[in-house]
């Protein structure tokens, strides 16, 4: 029982910030037009600053194992969902192909970005922190690659350029040093670096990395919960109770159930198995929901699939996550 009060701990504040960001949305405190200037501060600086802070010094992720499951179970987690997203669309038989290929996209890309990272920081600790960060590697690029392919009816290889995004990046570019610094024999943690004569200056620099670094959530959650707020009307408007379940059915129950059993199957790390058992319980992600506006998808449909499956998570998420942990023996 403690255990699962735990989880349901590091999850409500969460969607406490969300409602937060909806109701400063409401009363005009936070407007559209500041939008886009927070969206690129947070994707271009504050977000690689989180990256970086938790990647750079991982001693996880000088582990073979680690480097090179991590980014292959996100990209296959990730296609699996959109794979099953997208049979499941085809099996109901929408009217129109774009209701088909907005739920196979909508249904299939997990929130894998912000809500994991304060969960598995909370459950687990900074040590997993940074496989979940390659872990997003391998899912930033299925969401590029195979989640936007079935989306545009496109093939796969003309979405390549696509991924290198500045997370992705950052990705890349943390991992490389962490590698560098574990070949001259070197340690970035700040107790390393506060006891050797050389640490200073870049204990300075990690600092500040870290300061800048715990912005990404609040701000993150607060965002997507003015997104959500902008859309509410629309969602309330174009309500379908079966696109909901079928959501429900995919995103909530399906999806949390094979990656779980990934994770107590596959012979991974110890960390490797909290990422996925968090990332298994994740609901829609809501940037689809500006790219299917953008690129001329169904945007009810999208909307049913993110506000249902955002809104089950409050209970589906701790749940999953417990049932996890309890499969793949979590400590």
Known sequence: MNEYLQILGSVIPLFLMMGLGAAVRRAKVLNEEADKTLV????????????LDHVIPSEALRRSGNLLWSPLLGFLCMAIGVG????????YRFPQSAQTRTFGFAGGIFNYGYIPVPVISVLYGAGTLGVLFVYNLGAEVAFWTVGFAVFEQRSILK??????????????????INLSTEYFGLRFDPDTLSAVAWGWPVKIIMDMIHSIGLCTIPIAMLLIGATMADFWGEFRASFGGTVMLLALLVRNLVCPLVFVLLAWALPVSQELKETVVVQAAMPAGVFTLLLVRHYGGDVPVALQVIFSTSAAAIITLPLWIHFGMQL????
Do not use: D, M, Y
């Open 328 to 331: 793949v023996a979590v400590k």
């Open 40 to 51: 690129n501060l947070l994707v271009h600086v504050i977000q690689p600053c989180l990256i």
């Open 84 to 91: 099953l997203a997208t049979l499941t669309a085809r099996a």
């Open 159 to 176: 979405e390549w350029p696509r991924i290198f995004t500045t997370p992705v990046r950052a990705i890349l570019l943390g991992v490389a």
